[in-house]
């Protein structure tokens, strides 16, 4: 079955430092999307994709992120300015459309210290 | 706010009984999807049920749809060991994002 991967699994990086998460959406899917988890608590939205630009972005997304789909196939989300409150699962996901589920990726887990 | 709340937040079953979770909503919305994420995991789907529906079942899940009172329930029928687990219901309203409850942590005693 088609899977959306992410790299890495796990990132830990000091605060201040830029981190780039990475994925590869299932390939014919045309919807990505990134979720987080904060430990304990909701999955929250962050951000969709679709025809090469962002279509909505959550109050969390701010300028301190971005999203790239820099050659077709990966999809990543850069944070440039990496705060401590910015720990947490990132999930990756894409869809056919908002008929269809989606599929997640099995995240990274960011730890910023 | 579109965010499903599910309802109870845990639920201790012994293996073999039935589960049964809920989750309601606040606005109309396009369809509706519950995940399961295992401790520390990814979100995994199971199941999506549109506006115009009113029950589905996939294997050992039965998840109803009441649109009038804006709410969902999810039957997890003969439950095992592996079915621990958090589940999630999240809506999709016109703006095609899903908007996540905070969970029901299931835990199957064997």
């Known amino acids: 079955e088609p899977e959306v991967t992410q790299t890495p699994s796990h990132q830990v990086t000091q605060m201040g430092q830029e981190v780039i998460l990475r994925c590869v959406p299932i390939?014919?899917?045309?919807?990505f999307y990134w979720y987080r988890q904060i430990l304990g608590q909701k999955v929250e939205f962050l951000v969709s994709?679709?025809?090469?630009?962002?279509?909505?972005k959550s109050e969390i997304f701010d300028d301190q992120f971005s999203v790239e789909r820099p050659d077709g196939s990966n999809f990543t989300l850069k944070i440039r300015s990496t705060k401590l409150e910015d720990s947490a699962m990132y999930f990756c996901?894409?869809?056919?459309?908002?008929?269809?589920?989606?599929?997640f990726g099995s995240g990274t887990r960011l730890t910023v210290v | 706010s579109q965010q499903g709340e599910e309802d109870p937040q845990a639920l201790s079953i012994q293996e073999g009984e039935n589960a049964t979770m809920n989750c309601s909503y606040k606005t109309s919305i396009n369809n509706l999807q519950w995940y399961r994420q295992n401790s520390g995991r990814g979100l995994v789907h199971l199941i999506l049920i549109r506006s115009n529906e009113r029950e589905k079942h996939s294997g050992r899940l039965r998840v109803t749809l009441d649109t009038s009172k804006k709410s969902s329930s999810l039957l997890i029928t003969a439950s095992r060991a592996a079915d621990t687990a958090s589940y999630f219901c999240a809506t999709v309203a016109n703006d095609y994002k899903l908007s996540f409850g905070a969970g029901t942590t299931v835990t199957v005693r064997a």
């Open positions: 994709f679709y025809n090469n630009e962002i279509s909505e």
């Open positions: 390939s014919n899917h045309l919807y």
């Open positions: 996901a894409s869809s056919s459309g908002s008929r269809y589920g989606y599929t």
